[in-house]
Nanobody, 129 residues
Framework: EVQLVESGGGLVQAGGSLRLSCEAS????????IDWFRQTQGKDRDGVSC????????YYAESVNGRFTNSSDNAKSTVYLQMNSLKPEDTAVYYC??????????????????????WGRGAQVTVSS
């Protein structure tokens, strides 16, 4: 199990950009899948994107595809989520999550919350109109 810490949330106007970071502690970072989920009050967490640092494969929810971009710095055990053209409906608490089987970052299993055993505490992103 890894420990995850998110950073980079904040308040931005619609059309603006933010970059979230998810730093993982522990070994074998490249063997993990790192997912981003988001949650608004009273709703379930929804998958936003996933990344396999080992081979760079990444998937995105349709609602963010073309606006959000995943990347990783494997030497720093950190995954980044660059969020551009933000919309008020992107307002949520964003969580990163990690687990090992690489198949959980695929078009079939993307965004399945129950597959992930390690979670960060979340970062608030607020987009004003």
């Amino acid at each position: 199990e890894v420990q995850l810490v998110e950073s980079g949330g904040g308040l931005v106007q619609a059309g603006g950009s933010l970059r979230l970071s998810c730093e993982a502690s522990g070994s074998n970072f490249v063997n993990y899948v790192i997912d981003w989920f988001r949650q608004t009050q009273g709703k379930d967490r929804d998958g936003v994107s996933c990344l396999r640092p080992g081979d760079g494969a990444t998937y995105y929810a349709e609602s963010v595809n073309g606006r959000f971009t995943n990347s990783s710095d494997n030497a720093k055990s950190t995954v980044y989520l660059q969020m551009n053209s933000l919309k008020p409906e992107d307002t949520a608490v964003y969580y990163c999550a990690a687990d090992i089987p690489t198949w959980i970052c695929s078009d079939r299993y993307f965004g399945t919350e129950s597959f992930f055993g390690s979670w960060g505490r979340g970062a608030q992103v607020t987009v004003s109109s």
